[in-house]
C-alpha cells in the first residue's frame, strides 16, 4: 500500500510541475503543435511510391532532420533506362496515389525539381525529383520532406 502511495504521490508532484511549466512559461504556447509519430513520414512516402520497373543500383533510403526550421528529408538514388519524361509520368502517377498535388507555379520558380506537395496547417509535404540522362541511362534522385 505504501508504494501504491508513492507511486500516486510522484504522478501528482509530476502533473503539478507540468502544469507550473505551462502556466509559468514565458513562450505562447497557442500556435505549438506536437505531433507524435512512429517512423519517419518522407521515409514512408518514399516506400510507398517505389521504384519504376527495372531500377538498378538503388540506394538505401536516407533520413535527414527535422532541424530547426529544416524540414525532414527523404533522399533515394537509383540508375534506370529510361527517359526524364517517364520517369515524371511514374513518379506524378504515385503522388497522386500518396494524396499529393501537382507543385503551383511559384513554389516551382523557387525549386524547379518540385514534382507535387500538400499544404495543410502545420503540414507541408513535398516530393521533388531531379534526373541526368546519357543516351542509354539516367541517374534518378527522388527527395521528399515534411
Known amino acids: 500500500m505504501k508504494q501504491f502511495r508513492l507511486v500516486l504521490v510522484v504522478i501528482a508532484a509530476f502533473v503539478a510541475v507540468v502544469a507550473l511549466l505551462f502556466w509559468m512559461s514565458p513562450y505562447t504556447l497557442r500556435d505549438a503543435t506536437l505531433s507524435f509519430s512512429l ?5 514512408g512516402l518514399l516506400n510507398a511510391m517505389g521504384l519504376p520497373e527495372g531500377a538498378y543500383n538503388v540506394s538505401g533510403i536516407s533520413v535527414v532532420g527535422p532541424d530547426g526550421p529544416m524540414p525532414e528529408i527523404a533522399t533515394r538514388s537509383f540508375e ?6 517517364a520517369l515524371r509520368q511514374f513518379f506524378e502517377t504515385k503522388c497522386k496515389e500518396a494524396g499529393l498535388g501537382p507543385a503551383d507555379a511559384e513554389h516551382l520558380r523557387i525549386e524547379p525539381d518540385l514534382l507535387c506537395s500538400f499544404h495543410a496547417p502545420g503540414v507541408d509535404e513535398t516530393v521533388l525529383l531531379s534526373s541526368t540522362c546519357t543516351a ?9 520532406r515534411r
Open 39 to 43: 517512423g519517419s513520414k518522407p521515409r
Open 80 to 85: 534506370i533506362r529510361s527517359n526524364p519524361e
Open 136 to 144: 542509354d541511362t539516367c541517374r534518378v534522385t527522388v527527395e521528399a
